[in-house]
């Protein structure tokens, strides 16, 4: 347990493992394969949670000496989660339902220790209060930016802190996909240095 271990990040998200690379300057990516789906009744929370362990596990099988990230974020807004858009349309539906209201965001976090089988778990909840929005803004602005892979329809990273009246948040990153204060944290606890 002296060694510095292999991490791997089970994700194949561009947003998350630039996130990471600002902890690690090596890891490896592989992708996880887990089903998404929501379970009957599941709390945000909950399948955040559920999903990051899941997507931990899968690639963890096999792995030695290997310290696993996992990663979920659910997005809601009134109890109804709103996934990854992947039309303009529903982009364009998503950010019309968001104006003036606040969306609440669940990214949880796993880190499996594959040298025991443990795993420490943590949930982010950020919320973001958007402002109101014109039909004409939503337009141009995902023409410009084209969000059709994130959860909410929006790019907070980029100029989709345009759309935002506040964000509550103990960690900026979570927002992006990777809560990395806390991963700097478990990490720490497993004996990685970070810095």
Wanted: net charge negative; proline share 6%; hydrophobic share 40%.
């Amino acid at each position: 347990m002296n060694s510095t271990p292999r991490i791997v990040l089970a994700s194949t998200s561009r947003y998350r493992a630039e996130l990471l690379r600002r902890l690690l300057p090596a890891f490896e990516e592989r992708p996880p394969g887990t089903d998404e789906a929501a379970l009957p009744g599941e709390a945000p929370g909950a399948r955040a949670a559920r999903l990051a362990l899941a997507k931990a596990a899968s690639v963890a099988g096999g792995l030695r000496d290997t310290l696993v990230i996992g990663s979920d974020q659910v997005a809601e807004l009134d109890g109804t989660q709103l996934d990854k858009p992947g039309s303009v349309a529903n982009a364009r539906a998503q950010l019309a339902a968001s104006s003036g209201r606040v969306v609440h965001f669940h990214t949880a976090l796993c880190l499996l220790d594959a040298r025991n089988g443990q795993h420490q778990l943590y949930v982010d909840h950020t919320r973001v209060h958007f402002r109101t929005l014109g039909t004409e803004e939503i337009e141009r602005y995902v023409a410009r930016e084209q969000p059709l892979d994130c959860a909410g329809s929006f790019k907070c990273e980029g100029l989709g802190i345009s759309l935002f009246e506040h964000i509550d948040s103990e960690d900026p990153s979570a927002l992006i996909g990777l809560p990395l204060i806390a991963l700097a944290r478990l990490l720490r606890a497993t004996g990685v240095a970070v810095p």
